[in-house]
């Protein structure tokens, strides 16, 4: 089965994690997994074994990558690589963030900015 062409926004907020997961997994396409996340409360999440995109939907804060530490809001990307300690920090209720998870386990190239 192929993977839909359009999942709404309405869609990806009422979604519910699934058991022992913080994210509802919207789509799976080869080693691409985008998920919707929407943490109440406290981001206890911990690093991961592949690269990931955040797109901010709602809401505002800060984000924590490494040492770093940076503020978000609507419209911004975060990239984070595999097995970097990350989390959110300071949000908004109304926080919420596409995630993209792709890759192999250990994450790809490294950091490299384009422009």
Known sequence: MSAPPR???????????????RSVRLLSHGTLDLRWYAP????????HDRDEVYVVVSGSGWFRRGEARVPFGPGDALFVAAGIEHRFEEFTEDFGTWVMFYGPPGGEAPDQRVG
Do not use: N, V, Y
């Open 40 to 47: 109440r409360g406290h981001d206890a999440q911990t690093p």
């Open 7 to 21: 999942i709404a926004l309405d869609e990806a907020r009422a979604g519910t994690p699934r058991p022992g997961e």
